[in-house]
């Protein structure tokens, strides 16, 4: 059961560089999430999604895109990384109901240089 | 809004200590309560929820029950083991776009 999958697991970037971290779920969920996830910060959420071609912000969206082309596929990118962006970022799935909980990806762990 | 506000770490606890990490919380409904639970290098996994109130969630030894009259959800293992060193997340979710608001995290280390 792979369940949500994220790759890259780690990059390092410089900063000013273009990157995409992909996060797919095989278990027909309709809404997914990006985190990121910043000592004693806990988790903050950059933007979701509640299906398929569907986007919206989060706490802290800015310096992001998200795309959501596939309903398992949920793509975040990063146009011009700055080091503020250096985290752990985190992907999680949800099936749409409200008492549903969160699947969590393994996290990429991203270095800005 | 709605947020999460839970017990700062790190704690340290000797092995078949007692467990408590408070949580509690704020929000304009009735949301449904979660903790989650991480382990190192690993992503979140739920360890227990609860829906409504006066519900306990319970799962391998750890319980947490849902009040609302003191809007709280701590998180109790009565005797703790070294495999239950990780960090440990309060959060609630809420009906629209289904959005789950976490605390900072708490480290719990157990020492043999």
């Known amino acids: 059961n792979a369940g949500v999958t994220q790759t890259p697991k780690f990059r390092v970037l410089k900063t000013g560089q273009s990157m995409t971290l992909l996060c797919a779920q095989d278990?027909?969920?309709?809404?997914m999430y990006w985190y990121r996830q910043d000592p004693g910060m806990g988790l903050r959420l950059i933007h979701y999604?509640?299906?398929?071609?569907?986007?919206a912000k989060g706490e802290v969206p800015d310096g992001y895109n998200v795309s959501r082309l596939k309903k398992q596929n949920f793509l975040l990118g990063l146009e011009s990384a700055a080091p503020s962006q250096t985290s752990v970022y985190f992907c999680?799935?949800?099936?749409?109901?409200?008492?549903?909980?969160?699947?969590f990806g393994e996290g990429s762990r991203l270095t800005v240089l | 809004g709605d947020s999460v506000t839970q017990m700062e770490g790190p704690v340290t606890l000797s092995e078949e200590a007692f467990l408590t990490i408070n949580c509690t919380y704020t929000?304009?409904?009735?949301?449904?309560l979660f903790w989650y639970v991480q382990y190192p290098g690993e992503g979140l996994q739920l360890l227990l929820k609860?829906?409504?109130?006066?519900d306990k969630g319970s799962n391998k030894g750890f319980e947490a029950t849902y009040r609302k009259e003191t809007t709280s959800f701590h998180l109790e293992k009565g005797s703790v083991q070294v495999s239950d060193s990780a960090v440990y997340f309060c959060?609630?979710?809420?009906?629209?776009?289904?959005?789950?608001?976490f605390g900072t995290g708490t480290s719990l280390t157990v020492i043999p």
């Open positions: 999680a799935s949800n099936r749409g109901i409200n008492t549903g909980e969160l699947f």
């Open positions: 278990m027909n969920h309709e809404y």
């Open positions: 999604s509640v299906g398929e071609g569907t986007t």
């Open positions: 929000a304009t409904g009735y949301p449904s």
């Open positions: 609860a829906t409504k109130a006066d």
């Open positions: 959060a609630l979710s809420m009906g629209t776009g289904n959005q789950f608001y």
